[in-house]
């Protein structure tokens, strides 16, 4: 790409992070004064009192820290976006199809919607119909990895004669070393 197209790409793309944290910043800003989502009817004025005087404790300390951080990066990289000359003026047709057509765009495209159909419907679907074994808890985890992983590999690996069992055993031995080294290793709950 060349140097404009990617200052143009910095400029929309940082307003899409400032939006996003500014977002977040609301939702900490939420979860900073109501931390256990409580009905706000339900929530007594000496909760409050409390949560703005000890706001060193808050759980909401983190993300908010994160959105403000975030924002500044975004605004840094709107104004170096501005200084470089980019501008909002490629929001024409014939540009937007140029930009749809573009090969990286569709591999993020459908990097996207595969690791949204990993999150939201592969994880929901193997840890409620594949959670047999009682004692191994991350095995749904461990057959949600592995559909994802081979999926990826076959959507964007090499056509060739061997790829389709290096792809297997690749997506059999890394979401098993993760579903061990975080499962039973560090003892973290997997999804």
């Known amino acids: 790409m060349q140097k404009s197209s990617l200052r143009r790409a910095d400029l929309l793309f940082s307003v899409f992070i400032m939006i996003g944290s500014l977002l977040y910043f609301i939702e900490s800003i939420k979860l900073f004064i109501n931390p256990f989502r409580r009905k706000w009817e339900n929530v007594p004025a000496e909760s409050i009192k409390d949560t703005i005087a000890f706001w060193y404790k808050s759980p909401?300390?983190?993300?908010l820290l994160v959105s403000l951080l975030l924002f500044v990066c975004a605004l840094t990289l709107f104004h170096v976006a501005r200084k470089a000359g980019a501008?909002?003026?490629?929001?024409?047709?014939?540009?937007?199809?140029?930009?749809?057509r573009n090969v990286e765009f569709r591999t993020f495209i459908?990097?996207?919607?595969?690791?949204?159909?990993?999150?939201?419907a592969l994880i929901p679907l193997c840890r409620s119909y594949l959670n047999i074994l009682r004692g191994f808890r991350g095995f749904p985890f461990f057959v949600a990895t592995l559909i994802y992983l081979f999926i990826m590999m076959m959507a964007f690996g090499y056509k060739k004669k061997g790829?389709?069992?290096?792809?297997?055993?690749?997506?059999?031995?890394?979401?098993g070393f993760v579903t061990y080294a975080f499962g039973t290793l560090a003892k973290i709950p997997l999804p």
């Open 60 to 63: 909401a300390l983190l993300p």
């Open 87 to 100: 501008r909002i003026d490629f929001l024409k047709k014939e540009q937007i199809v140029a930009f749809l």
């Open 110 to 120: 459908i990097t996207a919607l595969l690791l949204c159909m990993y999150a939201f």
């Open 163 to 175: 790829h389709l069992f290096k792809s297997i055993l690749v997506s059999v031995l890394a979401s």
